[in-house]
């Protein structure tokens, strides 16, 4: 009449985080990195002891410093109305700004990138075939000869 059921046989596993959730966990611990370090320890994380493919870490990575990043902004992108070739951005104010993929391109072009000092670089070691955008130093003014 004595059923002893042992506590072990049906002990509860932990529950296991999702990669965006193991990435934003990361880059927390990596926070004080330059960014484009700490996506790359990021990455590399992901995929060399969580076991994620290089895409699937590349894209919880990017996903995950987003969120960080834009966490304590007002301005959200509505998913509702964005497309593969529509971005719209909803601000504080309740506009909604839309850029079409070739608006987008437009701002990514290296002409106007380059007015800004800006570029992209590649992120991971691997494959390298996420680009992130990234601040050039600025070169000091040539003189001017007379």
């Given at each position: ?5 042992s ?17 934003v ?26 076991g ?18 834009g ?7 509505d ?7 529509l ?8 506009e ?9 391109l ?7 990138l380059a007015?800004?000092?800006l ?28």
């Amino acid at each position: 009449m004595n059923n002893v059921t042992s506590l072990h046989a049906h002990a509860a596993r932990a529950p296991q985080l999702d990669p965006e959730n193991l990435a934003v966990a990361q880059l927390w611990q990596t926070q004080t990195l330059p960014k484009r370090e700490a996506l790359e320890a990021c990455i590399e994380h992901l995929v060399t002891d969580r076991g994620l493919t290089d895409g699937a870490a590349e894209n919880a990575t990017i996903q995950a410093y987003a969120e960080i990043e834009g966490a304590n902004k007002r301005h959200r992108i509505d998913l509702e109305a964005t497309t593969t070739r529509l971005l719209v951005i909803q601000t504080p104010a309740g506009e909604r700004v839309a850029l079409s993929l070739v608006d987008l391109l437009a701002l990514v072009s290296p002409e106007h990138l380059a007015a800004r000092h800006l570029t992209f670089r590649p992120i991971g070691k691997r494959h390298r075939r996420l680009l992130m955008l990234d601040r050039q130093p600025e070169t000091a003014p040539r003189e001017v000869q007379a």
